[in-house]
């Protein structure tokens, strides 16, 4: 699976910014497709994720401002981010995940740099 994300930049506080991810490859594998993000000096952590057939799971410190949707025709995950806070400065990274029984096989995109600041 290859994955190619793009929408980042910069942005001032209370502003949006939509992140695209498409995957190609061995696609008809992909159990899950989401965003993870990673602050200087802190862990990379979940931001969403969105099964196939369109269940979804937030950070709660993104919940109400970001909206992740699929595109299951075009192999393409979406991060919408509104209301952006400068603890959102993170680089983002897209991810897709195959499941099997006790496993999960990652994959995961080149990052992507957002960073809030006026």
């Known amino acids: 699976v290859q994955l190619q994300a793009s929408g980042g930049g910069l942005v001032q506080p209370g502003g949006s910014l939509r992140l695209s991810c498409a995957a190609s490859g061995s696609i008809f594998s992909i159990n899950v497709m989401g965003w993870y993000r990673q602050a200087p000096g802190k862990q990379r952590e979940l931001v969403a994720d969105i099964t196939k057939v369109g269940s979804t799971n937030y950070a709660d410190s993104v919940k109400g401002r970001f909206t992740i949707s699929i595109d299951n025709p075009k192999n393409t995950v979406y991060l919408q981010m509104n209301s952006l806070k400068p603890e959102d400065t993170a680089v983002y990274y897209c991810?897709?995940?195959?499941?099997?029984?006790?496993?999960?096989?990652?994959?995961w995109g080149q990052g992507t740099l957002v960073t809030v600041s006026s």
């Open positions: 991810n897709v995940a195959i499941l099997r029984p006790g496993l999960r096989y990652n994959y």
